[in-house]
């Protein structure tokens, strides 16, 4: 069976919880691409959103993971980009929901907000959670009908 594609990318907030979650994944069945950064050099963070957002909506990636030092710039970036629902996360359940009614694909992360044991159950809920459809569809389309 072919194995499920993840973009990842971070600044240097975030890339130590980037180059764990490669490990994690790549031990548990998913192909991962990094984007990078993968130092502590300081980087930007709309850089990064940009390679995983073109990964996620060309359909080479299924999901994306971006993470910096709150979340919220890597949100705000990849938001900006066609056919990309981002949500930032900082709990399970809205990890959850955001997969059952937006079909979000690209998770953002604060690793200066959250610990890594949380952003780990955070992105696993994400990974098995699926769109439940129905009429968030519509509303879904209205999100890409936005850019
Ligand atoms: C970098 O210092 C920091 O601004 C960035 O990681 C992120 O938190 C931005 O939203």
Known sequence: MEKIKI?????????VYKA???EYLSQNGYECVNVGTDTADSVDYPVYAEKVCAL?????CKFGVLICGTGIGMSMA???????RAALCGDVES??????????NVLCLGARIISYDDALE???????????????????????DLI
Do not use: Q
């Open 122 to 144: 955070i992105l696993n809920t994400f990974l098995s959670t699926s769109f439940m459809g129905e009429h968030h569809v519509r509303r879904v389309k209205m999100l890409d």
């Open 95 to 104: 990890s959850r929901l955001t997969r059952l009614h937006n079909d979000a």
């Open 20 to 22: 764990k979650f490669i």
């Open 56 to 60: 996620v909506s060309s359909g080479e």
């Open 7 to 15: 973009a990842l990318g971070a600044d240097h907030a975030g890339y």
């Open 78 to 84: 990849a938001n900006k980009h066609h056919g990309i």
